[in-house]
């Protein structure tokens, strides 16, 4: 229902990154992988600094919740 796309394409999206990862680790991963800009922002301007898996990062951006 969001524009972010479906979960299982957050998670394409962060395949070959290794959590626990740096903020900008996981949004130039992302983006490396396809992610649409808004996703990569959003991951960008998350309010925390480290992820410690994909479930975090989907929470991050809105989707996990």
Not at 5 to 34: D, H, R, T, W
Not at 41 to 63: H, K, L, S
Request: hydrophobic share 35%.
């Amino acid at each position: 229902m969001d524009n972010l796309g479906s979960m299982g394409n957050i998670q394409q999206y962060l395949q070959g990154i290794n959590f626990p990862a740096q903020k900008e680790e996981v949004a130039s991963g992302a983006e490396g992988n396809g992610a649409p800009q808004g996703v990569v922002d959003q991951i960008r301007n998350a309010a925390t600094e480290r992820f410690n898996g994909p479930q975090e990062v989907m929470q991050a951006i809105g989707g996990g919740q």
